[in-house]
């Protein structure tokens, strides 16, 4: 079971951090993403990190401003979100993996309900 929190409301240029606690699973064997939906849009892949290394990946239009790492003691991911813009208004998705780190919905097993995010300009 995945729950993600932290969304919220903010001003562009402002900062959220949001939090993917997981549960019933092996933390430290899976790989975690963070998507995000906007409205009349496909899903799309923000940042993931790796099972037991931690390394963290991120896509080019969020690259320099968000920021994800694990926490292996809490079983909980987080997205640190800087510079907000509003074109990252969103409802922001964590999901959990095996074998797979990468943009691709399909891969990943587990999903858990979404965090808005609204970024107001």
């Known amino acids: 079971q995945l729950q993600a929190s932290g969304g919220g409301l903010v001003q562009a240029g402002g900062t959220l951090r949001l939090s993917c606690k997981a549960s019933?699973?092996?933390?430290?064997?899976?790989?975690i993403g963070w998507f995000r939906q906007a409205p009349g849009m496909e899903r799309e892949g923000v940042s993931y990190i790796s099972p037991s290394e931690g390394i963290g990946y991120h896509a080019d239009s969020v690259k320099g401003r968000f920021t994800i790492s694990r926490d292996y003691a809490k079983n909980t991911v987080y997205l640190q979100m800087n510079s907000l813009k509003p074109e990252d208004t969103a409802v922001y998705y964590c999901?959990?993996?095996?074998?797979?780190?990468?943009?691709?919905?399909?891969?990943?097993?587990?999903w858990g309900p979404g965090t808005q995010v609204t970024v107001s300009s």
């Open positions: 019933g699973f092996s933390f430290a064997d899976h790989g």
């Open positions: 999901a959990a993996s095996v074998g797979y780190i990468g943009d691709n919905p399909a891969g990943y097993k587990y």
